[in-house]
């Protein structure tokens, strides 16, 4: 397919759509190989991975559940429930976290948008192996005792749950912004 086409063709399929299998050990690397060739201002390396997978997927929403008690011991248990199977869907679930050199030249929110890119060539990367990618974030990416909970260190953030596997069906297409729309030409 040429390099026009696939990006035309990009889309997320969504995590409840992604079962097994997910990506073997070589297409992991292979994965994680385009993403950290992303732009990097002053090449920080401000980003770092987490792989999530197997048991530690289905521990990881016990964690999320009883988190969800914990906040509001009121909750729904049908919300409860979608928590604790959140994680439970793809079979790899790759968490970008940022780690920002805080003080230095570059500015923190360049240091962000460099982990950002890394998420959105996860998804191209994870799509060019034939896989199905979507990028998530919900609750659980801001929330301090899951981030402890993850090993996140003083000034880390999760950029985004990167969840993969094999799509169960054809994802649905979603209306487009009109790019058109988006331009001006600029001129002093
Ligand atoms: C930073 C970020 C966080 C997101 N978090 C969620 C989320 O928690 N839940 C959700 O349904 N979609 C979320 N999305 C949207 C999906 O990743 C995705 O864009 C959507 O499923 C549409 O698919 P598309 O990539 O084909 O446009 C998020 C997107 C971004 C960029």
């Given at each position: ?33 385009e993403a950290v060739r992303v732009p990097d201002h002053g090449k920080l390396t ?69 982990g950002g890119a890394v998420c959105f060539a996860l998804l191209q990367a994870a ?29 880390e953030q999760v950029l985004g749950f990167i969840h993969v596997g094999t799509p ?21």
């Open positions: 397919m040429n390099a026009l086409k696939f990006l035309r063709e990009r889309r997320s399929v969504p995590s409840r759509l992604l079962g097994e299998p997910g990506p073997d050990p070589a297409q992991l690397r292979a994965m994680l190989a401000p980003w770092r991975f987490l792989a999530i997978r197997g048991e530690a997927r289905h521990a990881l929403g016990e964690r999320l559940a009883d988190r969800a008690l914990e906040k509001d011991p009121a909750a729904a248990p049908a919300v409860v429930d979608k928590d604790r199977r959140r994680f439970s869907q793809a079979p790899l679930v790759l968490v970008v976290v940022a780690c920002p050199v805080p003080g230095h030249k570059v500015p923190v929110q360049e240091q962000l948008l460099s799509q060019a192996l034939g896989f199905g990618a979507q990028w998530l974030t919900g609750w659980a990416a801001y929330d301090i005792e899951i981030q402890r909970h993850l090993g996140l260190r003083e000034g169960a069906e054809a994802a649905p297409e979603r209306q487009r912004p009109d790019p058109d729309a988006l331009l001006r030409e600029w001129s002093p």
